[in-house]
């Protein structure tokens, strides 16, 4: 499942520390009513504590199930389908909370340290999700909070379990309207079908590029993108839905502030705050 190196990453003594560093940071920012948050890889990362298990998890907004990798579950002695213990994430404890042992290697694998599971909308639709990529903070409200100042509130759908905002793109051809899921743990837009600025090649890394997309009235040009396969799945193991036109990645969200509420289907675009 894993390599020795990867497993020797996981198992040194510098990871034990890292998760008490971890724990300690959280309940530093749980008094302050959020925690630290950090983009890695593309990915929207956070501390969080499932039980003993204290460490890095992937904030993904576009996974209907959080869920806990089977190889950190087994590290802590924890076997079967799923586990269930109590929660604590951006100051929050929830109690009894049920994650599905599964593997995320082809997930994790990118990352220089271990995560530890994924946190998705199943637990994050219970808050108001607020996430300042440049401030590197996240916090879970439980009141609606006012407006930001030069803020603008969008309206959303769900589908699959899964957040959609209403987003407008271009390939230079197009032009199409359609909802795509808020996807935090990937850099690159998915698109379901469009042309990008040159040929994608199969695991390579060169940036790739969709022309144009209007977002909350704003406009982003040359966003790195990559072409989902109809009927394939979606980076980061998302599966495709019929309403969704493809998933919004982090290369734009980070440039906003963004609170979302799926309960309530809003989702609120600001500035960037101060580093």
Known sequence: MIGKAREEKRTRPGVVQAALLASLAMAGWAHAGGARCWIDKGALVAPAAFGDIAGDFLID?????????VTRANEDGLEGEAA???LVIAGRRLAGVTLPIVDLDARTA???????????VDVLRRFIVEIDPAACRLRLLSSRPGLWRGGVRLAISTAGGRPLAPV???DGVQVRTGHFAIDTADWPTTVGDARLSRPQIADCTSPVRLRAMEVGGRLFEQVPAVVQPQGGPAPGGTPPEEEARGAIGMAVWSQWRLRLDIRNGWLELAPPGRR
């Open 61 to 69: 907004l576009s996974a209907p199930t959080s869920a806990l990798h």
């Open 84 to 86: 269930t213990r109590d």
């Open 110 to 120: 990118k990352f220089d340290t271990a995560i530890n599971g994924v946190i998705g």
């Open 168 to 170: 407008r793109i271009t």
